[in-house]
C-alpha cells in the first residue's frame, strides 16, 4: 500500500542551524501538507502546498520556514535558523485530486534543538 | 475560530469492551472530519473521512458519526482488543478549498487485557 516517507526520522540541530526535513509523498497525490506536534501539545497546520506554491500558511509559517518540490517525488521544509522552540515532531501529508480529500501522513521527523 | 475538543483526555477499558470517543468543534461550518490514530512517537494513521453530508462511516469494528449542527462526532469501537490501544485524534476540514485540518488534543485509549 502506497505511504508517505519521511527523512530523517530523528535530527539533532544547534540553535541558529538550518535544517532541512525531507518527505516523499504518496505519487499520485497533488496536495502536500506540513504540520508539526510540539510534545504533549495539539498537532497544528504549518503549510499546504500545490502546483509548485503555497496554497495556503499559519501564523507558525513565518520567514525562517520554507518549502520546495525539488523533483517529482521530493517535498522537503526547510527551517533557516532554528530556534529551541522549534523542537517538536514535524509530519508532512499529503492527499489526492482534491484538496478535500483524505490526508495520509508519513511517520514524522523528530526535530530536536539544543 | 474553530476548536477541537476532545473528551475524555483518556481512557482505560477492559478488553472486549464497547466504547465511545467524542469530538467536539465550536464552529459547525465544517466540510469534513477525519479520524486517526497515532501510537506514541509514530505518525498519524488514517481511520475514517466523514463528509459533511454524511452521518455516519464505517470501517471494520470502527464507526464513526457526525451531527454537524451540534458541533460533534463520535468515533464508536466495538469489542476493543489490546492492539486498539493509542491516542485518537479527530480533526476538522474548515472549508471545500481549505485543506488545513484543526485538530484535537485526543483521547489516550488504554484497553486491558
Known amino acids: 500500500e502506497p505511504e508517505v516517507t519521511q527523512t530523517p526520522s530523528h535530527q539533532v540541530t544547534q540553535m541558529g542551524q538550518e535544517v532541512i526535513l525531507r518527505c516523499v509523498p504518496i505519487s499520485n497525490h497533488l496536495y502536500f501538507y506540513w504540520y508539526r506536534q510540539i510534545l504533549g501539545q495539539k498537532v497544528e497546520f504549518l503549510v499546504s502546498?500545490?502546483?509548485?506554491?503555497?496554497?495556503?500558511k499559519s501564523e507558525i509559517f513565518d520567514d525562517q520556514f520554507s518549502v520546495e518540490r525539488p523533483d517529482g517525488s521530493n517535498f522537503t521544509l526547510k527551517i533557516r535558523s532554528t530556534k529551541l522552540e522549534d523542537s517538536a515532531m514535524y509530519f508532512c501529508a499529503s492527499s489526492g485530486t482534491r484538496i478535500y480529500n483524505e490526508q495520509f501522513f508519513g511517520p514524522g521527523t523528530r526535530l530536536t534543538v539544543l | 475560530k474553530q476548536e477541537v475538543t476532545q473528551i475524555p483526555a483518556a481512557l482505560s477499558v477492559p478488553e472486549g469492551e464497547n466504547l465511545v470517543l467524542n469530538c467536539s468543534f465550536t464552529d459547525s461550518a465544517i466540510y469534513n472530519l477525519q479520524w486517526f490514530r497515532q501510537d506514541p512517537g509514530k505518525g498519524l494513521t488514517s481511520l475514517l473521512l466523514i463528509q459533511s453530508s454524511q452521518r455516519e462511516q464505517t470501517s471494520g469494528r470502527l464507526n464513526a458519526s457526525l451531527d454537524k449542527s451540534s458541533g460533534r462526532s463520535t468515533l464508536y469501537i466495538a469489542a476493543s482488543q489490546p492492539g486498539d490501544s493509542a491516542t485518537y485524534l479527530c480533526a476538522v476540514r474548515q472549508g471545500r478549498s481549505q485543506g488545513n485540518l484543526i485538530f484535537g488534543k485526543g483521547t489516550k485509549l488504554s484497553v486491558k487485557p
Open positions: 502546498f500545490y502546483n509548485n506554491e503555497i496554497s495556503e
